[in-house]
């Protein structure tokens, strides 16, 4: 049974906005901050350029092959099944997937003990299953609630970047007299938090995914994958620069709701209302992740690829999900989500994503050298191939960096 067309470009745009910022600012902002320090808004900068060139590669090869197994078939289609490359780029985007949701859950339980006292175990499993339950339920369902609660969470950073202004109003000056990275170790800081910050970014593979769900995505999938990372990068930019411009940092980044703790210290209904939007922002970045996972299982056991059970590619026609799928993610996810530290979370995140988006990269770049379709974007051959080499040297860095025991 295929999958329903419920989702539109605003739907899009929502979906993406959500599951990125959901990640990267309310989750790993605190563990930038932690590394980069006032050199945050560059470690962004630098993730950000990453990024964009992948991003790009995915609007043009997305609305290529528009299928919810996103990069397996676009590594497929470009290098057939040697070396049983497709079958890489899906396990990896899975682990990627769902150690994200994991990483997303955590920050979540974090959150929520920044003003109710309550068991970890209990709050892991209560986001988790809520989750996942909402993944069951339908793409239309789980959209809407994207859409609602990712409103909620751009007027809760207007709110945040308002109450920081004066940090945001500060920063340049310590950028302009070298503070910014001036200390011991603080270009290898930059560079450490830009990895992590590279997590911030890993939404718009899960955009690509939601191809068969999508009407029209030969032209919304490229426009949506392009506002999204306009938005995010904007904000990114804007929210690292305010808390880089204080003087509490330190604070900041051993706080549980960094964000929250930023813009409100005192205890009072602001810092409640603030406190429980993040909440709904993150459970909203957990679904996509779950979304996304389950999908690509989906996709994996539907085409019977390396060893997945062929129960995983059913989709029940009640709900119109893959229910097996989305099952057996959800408790993978509940397990790292008990027992994994954010930050190792995180940083595990990024590396199988770089693989994945590095492999996208070359995809593309040598589908286009084939044939290049009209009724998709033509973007210049430059695009994959400076995404590719960005990836593969951002790679190189970070191992680089665990090696010497400066990015942990």
Same mark, same amino acid.
């Given at each position: 049974m295929a999958l329903a067309r419920s989702m539109g470009l605003g739907n899009l745009i929502f979906y993406g906005t959500g599951t990125i910022l959901g990640a990267g600012i309310f989750v790993v902002i605190g563990e930038v901050m932690g590394r980069a320090g006032p050199g945050a808004p560059l470690a962004y900068a630098v993730a950000g350029l990453v990024a964009v060139f992948?991003?790009?590669?995915?609007?043009?090869?997305?609305?290529?092959?528009?299928?919810?197994?996103?990069?397996?078939?676009?590594?497929?289609?470009?290098?057939?099944?040697?070396?049983?490359?497709?079958?890489?780029?899906?396990?990896?985007l899975i682990v990627a997937n769902i150690v994200s949701g994991a990483t997303i859950a955590t920050g979540f339980v974090s959150y929520l003990g920044s003003f109710v006292d309550?068991?970890?175990?209990?709050?892991?499993?209560?986001?988790?299953?809520?989750?996942?339950?909402?993944?069951i339920a339908g793409m239309k369902q789980s959209a809407w609630f994207m859409t609602v609660t990712t409103a909620l969470g751009l007027v809760t950073l207007l709110v945040i970047l308002w109450l920081s202004r004066d940090g945001l109003i500060a920063w340049p000056a310590k950028l302009a007299s070298g503070e910014a990275f001036s200390g011991a170790g603080a270009w290898t800081g930059i560079l450490a938090g830009a990895f992590l910050a590279i997590y911030s970014f890993?939404?718009?593979?899960?955009?690509?995914?939601?191809?068969?769900?999508?009407?029209?995505?030969?032209?919304? /999938?490229?426009?949506?994958?392009?506002? @999204?990372? $306009?938005?995010?990068?904007?904000?990114?930019?804007?929210?690292? &620069? =305010? +808390?880089?411009?204080?003087?509490?940092?330190?604070?900041?980044?051993n706080a549980d709701a960094p964000l929250v703790y930023a813009a409100v210290q005192e205890e009072g209904t602001l810092q409640m209302v603030l406190a429980i939007t993040s909440l709904l922002v993150i459970v909203n970045g957990a679904l996509t992740?779950?979304?996304?996972?389950?999908?690509?299982?989906?996709?994996?056991?539907?085409?019977?690829?390396?060893?997945?059970?062929?129960?995983?590619?059913?989709?029940?026609?009640?709900?119109d999900t893959p229910i097996v799928s989305t099952l057996v993610t959800?408790?993978?996810?509940?397990?790292?989500?008990?027992?994994?530290? /954010?930050?190792?979370?995180?940083?595990? @995140?990024? $590396?199988?994503?770089?693989?994945?988006?590095?492999?996208?990269? &070359? =995809? +593309?770049?040598?589908?286009?050298?084939?044939?290049?379709?009209?009724?998709?974007?033509?973007?210049?051959?430059?695009?994959?191939?400076?995404?590719?080499?960005?990836?593969?040297?951002?790679?190189?860095?970070?191992?680089?960096?665990?090696?010497?025991?400066?990015?942990?």
């Open positions: 992948t991003a790009l590669s995915f609007a043009e090869i997305g609305a290529r092959i528009p299928t919810a197994g996103g990069a397996i078939d676009y590594v497929e289609e470009a290098f057939g099944t040697a070396y049983r490359l497709p079958s890489i780029a899906g396990y990896m309550v068991p970890h175990w209990m709050a892991t499993l209560a986001i988790v299953g809520l989750v996942g339950g909402i993944s890993i939404g718009f593979g899960d955009m690509a995914q939601t191809a068969e769900e999508l009407e029209k995505p030969k032209r919304n /999938l490229p426009r949506g994958i392009v506002v @999204t990372i $306009l938005i995010v990068f904007a904000f990114y930019i804007a929210i690292a &620069a =305010a +808390l880089g411009g204080r003087d509490d940092i330190s604070a900041i980044a992740q779950v979304v996304a996972a389950s999908r690509l299982m989906m996709d994996m056991g539907r085409d019977h690829r390396s060893g997945m059970p062929g129960r995983m590619g059913k989709v029940s026609e009640r709900t959800t408790a993978i996810v509940l397990a790292l989500a008990l027992f994994i530290p /954010l930050g190792t979370l995180a940083s595990g @995140t990024s $590396l199988a994503i770089l693989i994945v988006f590095a492999m996208v990269n &070359a =995809a +593309l770049w040598r589908l286009k050298k084939v044939d290049q379709p009209e009724d998709v974007p033509n973007l210049w051959l430059a695009v994959p191939v400076l995404g590719f080499v960005f990836c593969v040297l951002t790679i190189i860095g970070q191992v680089i960096l665990w090696t010497t025991g400066m990015g942990s």
